[in-house]
Structures are given as structure tokens and as C-alpha cells.
Nanobody, 115 residues
């Protein structure tokens, strides 16, 4: 299974970005698809996830600003990020879990929020 993350870039505070995670097989075949991020000098942290039934979960720091979604036809998951601020600067990774023992990671896409 391959996951390809894209959509990162340099934006100003308050702007938006949409990240995409393209999978090599049906996105619905995974129990959950999630986004994590790792800021410079910090540990990787959970951002958002979407489960098989469509239930979404968000970190408190992004709740109300970020939206995770998926498109079965496109075999992709997305992270719409609004009202970005400097604390959102990080490398964003997509993650797909088949079960508690099997998971896959994408290569990461850099998001930089700076004026």
C-alpha cells in the first residue's frame, strides 16, 4: 500500500490549504485514515481522523478550523485547513490503519505558515 501526501506549501496566517492523501487502493478499505503532523523539534502528533463509518475526530488545537474528508472514487482523503497560524507549521503525514497491527504512512508534506 502506498500513500502519497500533497498540497503543502507556504501560506500567510489566516489563509487556507487543502492537503490530499492519495492511496494505492480503496480508501474505504482502511479502518481509519488520519493526519498527523510533526513540527520542528517536536514529536509527531495526531491532527484528525476519519473512521470507516465516517466518524471524524480532531485534536483540540485544530477543532473548528480543520476538516478531514475522504472520496472513495478518488481513493483519497483530504484535510481542509482554514485559519492557519504559525503553530500549524509542520510536516503533515497521512496514515491509514487496516487494524491495530497494520498501518501505513505517507511521506509527508510541509506546511509553513509565516507572514
Amino acid at each position: 500500500v502506498q500513500l502519497q501526501a500533497s498540497g503543502g506549501g507556504l501560506v500567510r496566517p489566516g489563509e487556507s490549504l487543502r492537503l490530499a492523501c492519495a492511496a494505492s487502493r480503496s480508501i474505504l478499505s482502511f479502518r481509519t485514515v488520519a493526519w498527523y503532523r510533526q513540527a520542528p523539534g517536536k514529536q509527531r502528533e495526531f491532527v484528525a481522523s476519519i473512521a470507516g463509518g465516517g466518524v471524524t475526530t480532531y485534536a483540540d488545537s485544530v477543532k473548528g478550523r480543520f476538516t478531514i474528508s475522504r472520496d472513495a472514487a478518488e481513493k483519497a482523503a483530504y484535510l481542509q485547513m482554514n485559519s492557519l497560524n504559525s503553530e500549524d507549521t509542520a510536516v503533515y503525514y497521512c496514515n491509514a490503519k487496516v487494524n491495530t497491527e497494520v498501518q501505513y504512512w505517507g511521506q509527508g508534506t510541509l506546511v509553513t505558515v509565516s507572514s
